[in-house]
């Protein structure tokens, strides 16, 4: 059975009839029921509709017909993006019998395209997490030890792509849950410009900060995904189209690498800080005496107000959040039988419902953020928090005169031990502290690995674009990648 498959090979496979859809979707269920009882990274799975999907794909190509590029692909989704008549859970208990009325934007793009959906994976409950630990269901091991987290939100599809339980997956990004997870498991993810990909039925955290991205074996299956999920959507009034469309797509697709060679490297000083781990730091450092024997010029720049980031985000997202998780009022999603309600005061409902409902990590936010909303502190807090954003902002504007892409870590540790930081929610708040930022200021970040192979444990490191300039950092990523 063919293993380890990434999106390029099982097309050129599947157009050659070196073999079907079927017979892959059901290796990757086989290798599901032999690995997932260990790492846990499927919250449910839909053999069934996923076999009939693929045998779809197999019709086409016995026809001779074209096949769209993700076609047949046994791909996987986090639990926060909507597959009509499916559950989505979130990973939260709150929603643990909701169905989904409608497919996501980005559902209905890989449907169309006859990508074979295996499954949906866990993650932190809605998304609020950087070890996935913070699920209602279960904890997601990393692959690479089993004793480890593999990072978060997004852990579940960033563990299934590295044990090659799917080819590859999507997750979502509000501080760093695509690009973390991929990191902590040797994988490689994209969050792309704010906008770039239409959050329409993707359950929101925070909406001003949440993107969908991307997490696959290679930085050309990333660009590959993201061509197909990106674009304009009417159902998301904050999506857009990258300027000139069709350069855009070609950049994205088939790099000009001579153009790549050329793009200026930055080192944002703040991000090379005394906390940081030293096998970390040794791959970075690795990474960039790659990048500049590749031909690459390298400067250090400053983003001066980098130590604001983490404050700032985490006023921030407890804000959105706990307006958005208000939908959540047990009228409207109830987790409880009808007839259990009839004749409960609005009080006790509530405690049945949310009270019940959500894990301590989205009370939590619930409560600092409705704080920090309230008014008398609104000032003090949110508004203040989105003015410190807008110098963020800035800070990457002004460092862009000069550079191109800025080249950083990507965590400051290495997976750390399950139960190490989740009793610890500030420790875990300054895993994010190298992630976030983009998303404060909308900008596209890729995470990739330093090496092919780890002796211990993954290490990735960093690189941010400007506002849609994926293609410079998917180019710059793939040169990397094939010159490693
Ligand atoms: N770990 C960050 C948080 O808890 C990021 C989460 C995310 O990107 N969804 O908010």
């Given at each position: 059975?063919?293993?380890?498959?990434?999106?390029?090979?099982?097309?050129?496979?599947?157009?050659?009839?070196?073999?079907?859809?079927?017979?892959?979707?059901?290796?990757?269920?086989?290798?599901?029921?032999?690995?997932?009882?260990?790492?846990?990274?499927?919250?449910?799975?839909?053999?069934?509709?996923?076999?009939?999907e693929?045998?779809?794909?197999?019709?086409?190509?016995?026809?001779?017909?074209?096949?769209?590029m993700?076609?047949?692909?046994?791909?996987?989704?986090?639990?926060?993006?909507?597959?009509?008549?499916?559950?989505?859970?979130?990973?939260?208990?709150?929603?643990?019998?909701?169905?989904?009325?409608?497919?996501?934007?980005?559902?209905?793009?890989?449907?169309?395209?006859?990508?074979?959906?295996?499954?949906?994976?866990?993650?932190?409950e809605?998304?609020?997490?950087?070890?996935?630990?913070?699920?209602?269901?279960?904890?997601?091991?990393?692959?690479?030890?089993?004793?480890?987290v593999?990072?978060?939100?997004?852990?579940?599809?960033?563990?299934?792509?590295?044990?090659?339980?799917?080819?590859?997956?999507?997750g979502?990004?509000?501080?760093?849950?695509?690009?973390?997870?991929?990191a902590?498991?040797?994988?490689?993810?994209?969050?792309?410009?704010?906008?770039?990909?239409?959050?329409?039925?993707?359950?929101?955290?925070?909406?001003?900060?949440?993107?969908?991205?991307?997490?696959?074996?290679?930085?050309?299956?990333?660009?590959?995904?993201?061509?197909?999920?990106?674009?304009?959507?009417?159902?998301?009034?904050?999506?857009?189209?990258?300027?000139?469309?069709?350069?855009?797509?070609?950049?994205?697709?088939?790099?000009?690498?001579?153009?790549?060679r050329?793009?200026?490297?930055?080192?944002?000083?703040?991000?090379?800080?005394?906390?940081?781990?030293?096998?970390?730091?040794s791959?970075?450092?690795?990474?960039?005496?790659?990048?500049?024997?590749?031909?690459?010029?390298?400067?250090?720049?400053?983003?001066?107000?980098?130590?604001?980031?983490?404050?700032?985000?985490?006023?921030?997202?407890?804000?959105?959040?706990?307006s958005?998780?208000?939908?959540?009022?047990?009228?409207?999603?109830?987790?409880?039988?009808?007839?259990?309600?009839?004749?409960?005061?609005?009080?006790?409902?509530?405690?049945?419902?949310?009270?019940?409902?959500?894990?301590?990590?989205?009370?939590?936010?619930i409560?600092?953020?409705?704080?920090?909303?309230?008014?008398?502190?609104?000032?003090?807090?949110?508004?203040?928090?989105?003015?410190?954003?807008?110098?963020?902002?800035q800070?990457?504007?002004?460092?862009?005169?000069?550079?191109?892409?800025?080249?950083t870590?990507?965590?400051?540790?290495?997976?750390?031990?399950?139960?190490?930081?989740?009793?610890?929610?500030?420790?875990?708040?300054?895993?994010?502290?190298?992630?976030?930022?983009?998303?404060?200021?909308?900008?596209?970040g890729?995470?990739?690995?330093?090496?092919?192979?780890?002796s211990t444990?993954?290490?990735?490191?960093?690189?941010?674009?400007?506002?849609?300039?994926?293609?410079?950092?998917?180019?710059?990523?793939?040169?990397?990648?094939?010159?490693?």
């Open positions: 059975m063919a293993k380890n498959l990434t999106i390029k090979n099982f097309h050129d496979g599947l157009i050659n009839k070196e073999f079907t859809a079927l017979e892959i979707a059901e290796g990757y269920y086989a290798r599901i029921r032999e690995k997932d009882g260990v790492i846990n990274a499927y919250l449910s799975t839909r053999e069934e509709t996923a076999l009939r693929a045998e779809q794909v197999d019709i086409s190509i016995a026809k001779n017909e074209k096949v769209p993700l076609a047949g692909i046994p791909f996987a989704v986090k639990d926060n993006m909507l597959v009509k008549n499916e559950i989505t859970t979130a990973a939260s208990k709150i929603l643990e019998h909701y169905t989904s009325s409608y497919d996501a934007t980005v559902i209905a793009k890989l449907k169309e395209q006859k990508t074979v959906l295996l499954g949906k994976t866990n993650l932190d809605f998304a609020m997490g950087s070890s996935t630990e913070n699920s209602a269901f279960k904890i997601t091991t990393n692959p690479h030890d089993p004793t480890r593999p990072g978060g939100s997004s852990g579940g599809s960033a563990a299934a792509v590295a044990s090659d339980m799917a080819i590859a997956a999507l979502s990004d509000t501080g760093g849950s695509v690009r973390q997870p991929s902590f498991c040797g994988m490689v993810g994209l969050k792309p410009t704010y906008g770039a990909v239409s959050r329409s039925g993707l359950i929101a955290m925070t909406s001003s900060l949440d993107q969908i991205g991307p997490i696959t074996k290679t930085v050309e299956d990333a660009a590959i995904v993201f061509d197909v999920i990106r674009g304009k959507d009417p159902l998301d009034a904050t999506s857009a189209d990258p300027e000139n469309s069709d350069t855009y797509r070609e950049q994205l697709l088939n790099p000009d690498f001579s153009r790549i050329k793009l200026r490297i930055g080192l944002p000083k703040e991000y090379f800080i005394d906390g940081l781990d030293p096998t970390v730091h791959n970075i450092e690795k990474a960039i005496s790659k990048m500049k024997s590749l031909g690459l010029s390298v400067q250090e720049v400053s983003l001066p107000h980098t130590k604001y980031a983490v404050p700032c985000y985490y006023i921030i997202v407890p804000a959105e959040s706990s958005n998780l208000a939908r959540f009022d047990g009228i409207r999603y109830s987790r409880i039988r009808k007839q259990e309600i009839e004749g409960k005061q609005l009080q006790e409902l509530y405690l049945m419902q949310r009270g019940e409902g959500f894990g301590a990590e989205p009370k939590r936010r409560i600092l953020g409705t704080f920090v909303l309230s008014s008398g502190y609104y000032d003090a807090y949110y508004d203040k928090a989105q003015r410190v954003r807008t110098l963020i902002k800070d990457f504007e002004k460092a862009f005169e000069s550079v191109d892409v800025l080249l870590p990507l965590t400051p540790t290495l997976p750390f031990k399950i139960g190490e930081k989740v009793n610890d929610p500030l420790a875990m708040y300054l895993e994010d502290i190298f992630t976030l930022s983009l998303n404060l200021a909308g900008l596209p890729l995470s990739l690995p330093v090496d092919k192979e780890f444990l993954p290490v990735g490191f960093q690189l941010i674009g400007k506002p849609f300039h994926e293609p410079d950092i998917l180019g710059l990523g793939r040169l990397y990648e094939e010159s490693r």
